[in-house]
């Protein structure tokens, strides 16, 4: 393999936080040579490097603790807030180098500027300050302080000398970069050692479908990698929302209606010409139904692939739902027979110790409606398939073995892929994955059907109740928003009237009770007839709490927000 040049200074793993009166000091303490302490204004939020840690007194007391990483820094509309991470987990590693997964984020204000601010502005900054503290609980974020986790292993190598010299946060794939955003204010002031890349699968929460330049919600990039006997082997599969412009507002219906926007672009087409960019051929497989709006999606997405469709994109609909139902998954094996010709011929990365290869030469991308359950079903097929292929070129698996032939490594494998569809849907979701006790024992149980049941609901209330905020959070910290002071600014707090005292679970929860005494009156109609009367009435007050509860929230799913400018892209 070949050797990997370092970055031209390594990032600090190590360090000390000394939280001032004024200012914020970062000092490393991993015995990094010639490194000197970051200091931070708590009243303008500039920064400099300095050679020392400034005298403690009486008055000036710092509270200190250990951090590992500066993720990055925000500004809103009268302070600004630094991101650093002070706890983490190594979880494995990727070609030798350690991974670590962010367990607290931390995110420390400096806002002494904000007592100059006007009353609005004050009213505003403590708006967007709660949701720093949705921020702060930010699931599925990974980081290395050696290695590039933003490349799959065949662009990792293929990166030229020059190109490896570089800072890790240089050699990121932007798509990739989760706090490229909150980096930019240390980049200006050339803080390299400090500037710590952080991966996170895609998210999308309210986001549907693509944005005007082809960039789709919920794109998410999934490598499978092996190292075993000199070998290192990876294989890549793509999934993301339907390529074109449409979106499906929450309304507190159990399934919103999809509404396609301006069905005339040409989104299709931008978004898997940069695929071919990336990727090289490409293979589309839509796993949508074919009635409902799903299948208004599904006809759609057909009809726009047909004018583009080449030799190397081709577009397969399989309906997941009709063949497979909720418990014939093997039945994938006839989707597997259609796209097995192209996964043969562009194959996978495969690297031996004298620097032999073979490339991966396209990409198999995978969408249902929130690219989660049957989308990790199918692609966990497909990986099974692949690894299969990897061990048989190998030389570990003869020419028919088979992974369910070894309990211990299909058990590992079935494991790898649930947790790996659970960590996207709970970013995605705020959920595990459904049907994740087949994906790790290959059966279908009662437990599970139960346990889907209730994920189900969970879904439905996070997705009416709580997504927009977290929403918000998303956008403010990747830079899709800008910070706006202008205009007549309403925090979503503050609506007035009845939707300001309105507790939208109290109300579900009064439905359901209505619903339950309304079924258990009519069960006693035979006995006393006034039951009849009781049942209309529960039935009548249930409906009308509903209808209530369904008007308010309209109003308080679509109603704007904190104001926002729009950056173009996902």
């Not at 009213?123 to 933003?150: I, P």
Request: charged share 25%.
């Amino acid at each position: 393999m070949k050797e990997k040049a370092e970055p031209v200074q390594k990032l600090y793993t190590r360090m000390r936080l000394w939280e001032f009166p004024d200012e914020y000091v970062i000092e490393p303490t991993d015995g990094s040579s010639a490194s000197s302490s970051l200091s931070i204004s708590l009243v303008d939020a500039s920064m400099k490097l300095i050679d020392s840690i400034p005298e403690c007194s009486s008055f000036r007391v710092p509270k200190i603790q250990m951090i590992f990483g500066v993720v990055g820094m925000l500004k809103l509309v009268a302070g600004s807030y630094l991101f650093v991470i002070t706890e983490r987990k190594c979880v494995g590693s990727y070609l030798g180098h350690p991974i670590f997964k962010v367990i607290s984020l931390k995110v420390l204000p400096c806002v002494h500027s904000v007592k100059n601010s006007t009353p609005e502005q004050k009213k505003v900054e403590n708006e967007f300050s709660r949701l720093l503290k949705v921020a702060e609980r930010t699931t599925g974020l990974y980081f290395s302080y050696d290695t590039n986790l933003t490349l799959s292993t065949q662009r990792l190598y293929d990166l030229g000398n020059e190109s490896k010299m570089l800072p890790l946060w240089r050699q990121a794939e932007p798509r990739f970069l989760w706090n490229s955003y909150m980096l930019e204010a240390l980049i200006d002031k050339k803080l390299d050692p400090y500037l710590l890349p952080v991966v996170q699968g895609r998210t999308r929460m309210w986001r549907r479908g693509a944005d005007s330049e082809g960039h789709v919600a919920n794109f998410v990039e999934t490598e499978q990698i092996i190292q075993i006997n000199g070998f290192t082997s990876s294989f890549v599969q793509v999934r993301g929302s339907i390529p074109f412009l449409w979106e499906q507002i929450v309304d507190l219906t159990y399934k919103p209606k999809f509404e396609i926007v301006r069905p005339e672009e040409a989104i299709a087409e931008r978004h898997f010409l940069d695929l071919r960019k990336m990727y090289g051929s490409v293979l589309a497989v839509d796993l949508l139904n074919k009635h409902g709006g799903e299948g208004r999606l599904s006809d759609m997405f057909s009809n726009a692939m047909q004018p583009i469709v080449s030799e190397d994109l081709r577009y397969l609909h399989f309906d997941f739902t009709k063949i497979c139902g909720h418990v014939h998954f093997e039945r994938l094996s006839f989707l597997y027979d259609q796209i097995a010709d192209f996964l043969v011929k562009n194959g996978y990365f495969l690297l031996n110790e004298g620097s032999e290869k073979m490339e991966q030469l396209g990409v198999v991308r995978t969408n249902c409606i929130d690219c989660l359950d049957r989308t990790n079903i199918t692609q966990s097929m497909i990986g099974r398939k692949i690894l299969e292929l990897q061990l048989r070129r190998i030389g570990v698996f003869a020419a028919e073995e088979t992974i369910s032939s070894h309990p211990k490594l299909d058990r590992c494998f079935r494991i790898l892929w649930a947790n790996h569809g659970d960590d996207i849907s709970i970013q995605y979701s705020g959920t595990a994955a459904l049907k994740g006790d087949l994906v790790r024992s290959g059966q279908r149980r009662v437990q599970g059907i139960l346990k889907d049941r209730y994920i189900s609901f969970k879904r439905y209330y996070l997705n009416n109740f709580s997504d927009g905020t977290k929403q918000d959070a998303i956008d403010l910290l990747q830079g899709h928003y800008k910070v706006s002071v202008g205009g007549d600014i309403t925090p979503p707090s503050q609506t007035g009237g009845l939707e300001a005292i309105a507790s939208f679970p109290l109300a579900l929860c009064l439905v359901l009770i209505g619903l339950l005494l309304t079924t258990m009156s009519l069960g006693q109609v035979g006995n006393d007839p006034r039951h009849l009367l009781f049942s209309v009435v529960w039935g009548s007050i249930s409906v009308g709490i509903a209808s209530f509860v369904r008007a308010k929230g309209r109003v308080f799913c679509n109603r704007p927000r904190l104001q926002l400018h729009d950056k173009p892209g996902y």
